[in-house]
């Protein structure tokens, strides 16, 4: 098993930026996989990034490209999503993901089937 905690959400004003963390505990031998996804209200969960455990391949969805970042720190078993420029549209709850399962080396999978283990959601809310 692995555990994940999200960390770093918050209310922000648009235009501003914020970082998520997400510690992860376990058996994190077996992640080759690390993801966001993000849910708002009345929406299905949707893909955010994602992030080889081991290259650092990254992928990001085109809603955000250019505007967030996801990173890693192995050493520490800590995965980022940089969030710059933020908008009103990315108020949502935010889901730190991990894969145990390996797909690809690039890109790394954007399908909430294809990861195992899940966190329990941080809030980010952007306010116009």
């Known amino acids: 098993q692995v555990q994940l905690v999200e960390s770093g959400g918050g209310l922000v004003q648009a235009g501003g930026s914020l970082r998520l963390s997400c510690a992860a505990s376990?058996?994190?031998?077996?992640?080759?996989?690390m993801g966001w996804f993000r849910q708002a209200p009345g929406k299905e969960r949707e893909f955010v990034a994602a992030i080889n455990w081991s290259g650092g391949n990254t992928y990001l969805a085109d809603s955000v490209k250019g505007r967030f970042t996801i990173s890693r720190d192995n050493a520490r078993n800590m995965v980022y999503l940089q969030m710059n420029s933020l908008k009103p549209e990315d108020t949502a709850v935010y889901y730190c993901t991990a894969g145990s399962r390996y797909y690809s080396d690039y890109p790394p999978p954007s399908r909430q089937g294809q990861y195992d283990y899940w966190g329990q959601g941080t809030q980010v809310t952007v306010s116009s």
């Open positions: 376990g058996r994190t031998f077996s992640v080759y996989y």
